[in-house]
């Protein structure tokens, strides 16, 4: 069974832009969840899809946004690209909210704002 | 709220040795408890997790943790390290059946020497 996948893996971009991150879960799981990881704040929950309805949300700014397909696929967008937002930002999946106990990461997209 | 504090930010230990990572939570309801692994520039992987029934949990890698209730703890221990259990360590808390939102504590990087 393929894993989490996250595309892309790397990328660069400049103050002001946006960026579109996507997450393909393991098959058969319907929950994605995002998470930024820092050097100094560390692992911050962004927010969880279950069957394309948001259910939980962390505390990032509004130009944080997702969304998740009628194929459990999602898609994470920051807009406005701020120095502060250079972050390796995980997916993870799990086949139902709330219920198993773990969450199967992907490997991550590194983002570089300059 | 709930919240977590890993209380070493690095353990150096070597090889053969035992260890111990600590970690504290602090939460207003009943809480579901993790430990991922991390090794460089990959995801997330889960150790061990506690949910319910015994305090003693194992997980694998020869690791295992145990639940505290009253300490608020639950510190993962390793009987005999290898130079391959070197990476970053983090410490998780849920809520019940809420488990797609984590809070994480800051880590634990195990250095194993040899």
């Known amino acids: 069974k393929a894993g989490v996948t996250q595309t892309p893996r790397y990328l660069i971009k400049t103050r002001g832009q946006q960026v579109t991150l996507s997450c393909s879960p393991i098959?058969?799981?319907?929950?994605v969840s995002w998470y930024q990881q820092t050097p100094g704040q560390g692992l911050q929950f962004l927010f969880e899809?279950?069957?394309?309805?948001?259910?939980n949300k962390g505390n990032f700014p509004g130009r944080f946004s997702g969304r998740q397909f009628s194929n459990s696929r999602s898609e994470m967008n920051v807009s406005t690209l701020e120095l502060g937002d250079s972050a390796l930002y995980l997916c993870a999946s799990s086949p139902e909210s709330g219920r198993t106990g773990e969450l199967f990461f992907g490997e991550g997209s590194r983002l570089t704002v300059l | 709220a709930q919240s977590v504090t890993q209380l070493d930010s690095q353990v150096p230990v070597f090889e053969e040795a035992p260890v111990e990572l600590r970690c504290n939570y602090s939460s207003s309801v009943s809480v579901y408890l993790f430990w991922y692994v991390q090794y460089p520039n990959q995801g997330l992987q889960l150790l061990l997790k506690y949910l319910s029934g015994s305090t003693l949990v194992k997980g694998i890698n020869g690791f295992e943790a145990e639940f505290n209730k009253s300490q608020t703890s639950f510190h993962l221990r390793k009987p005999s390290v290898h130079i391959s259990d070197t990476a970053e360590y983090f410490c998780?808390?849920?809520?019940?059946?809420?488990?797609?939102?984590?809070?994480f504590g800051q880590g634990t990087t195990l250095q194993v020497k040899p």
């Open positions: 098959s058969g799981h319907r929950s």
């Open positions: 899809y279950f069957s394309e309805t948001q259910r």
């Open positions: 998780a808390v849920s809520e019940l059946h809420n488990t797609g939102k984590l809070i």
